[in-house]
């Protein structure tokens, strides 16, 4: 069973820092992209920050020079580093893995982790 699981979310002050992580288990972890979506409420999920099995990171325009994405595939972790943040980072943050093999796109979501930002 592919089970991938967020922490780190909660409440921070407009300008400060938040640091979210999401464990991976079931799955080749190392053969996956990982990638962070958010969901604010009335919008559609976007995509914030991911990075490819083999380290290439791409960011949203909205974060980037604030947000930074890394993974230990040792841990099985992928983890998003938020500075400077804004209220309209608010949001639902979902972790993401996809892989396409054997013309098969697997992907899995996690169950969110909610951010919010406000003073």
């Known amino acids: 069973q592919v089970q991938l699981v967020e922490s780190g979310g909660g409440l921070v002050q407009p300008g400060g820092s938040l640091r979210l992580s999401c464990e991976g288990s079931g799955i080749i972890f190392s053969l996956y992209a990982m990638g962070w979506y958010r969901q604010a409420p009335g919008k559609r999920r976007e995509l914030v920050a991911s990075i490819t099995s083999l380290g290439g990171t791409n960011y949203a325009d909205s974060v980037k020079g604030r947000f930074t994405i890394s993974r230990d595939n040792a841990k099985n972790m992928v983890n998003l580093q938020m500075n400077s943040l804004r209220p309209e980072d608010t949001a639902v943050y979902y972790c993401?893995?996809?892989?396409?093999?054997?013309?098969?796109?697997?992907?899995?979501w996690g169950q969110g982790t909610q951010v919010t930002v406000s003073s």
């Open positions: 993401n893995a996809d892989r396409t093999a054997w013309g098969h796109l697997f992907e899995y």
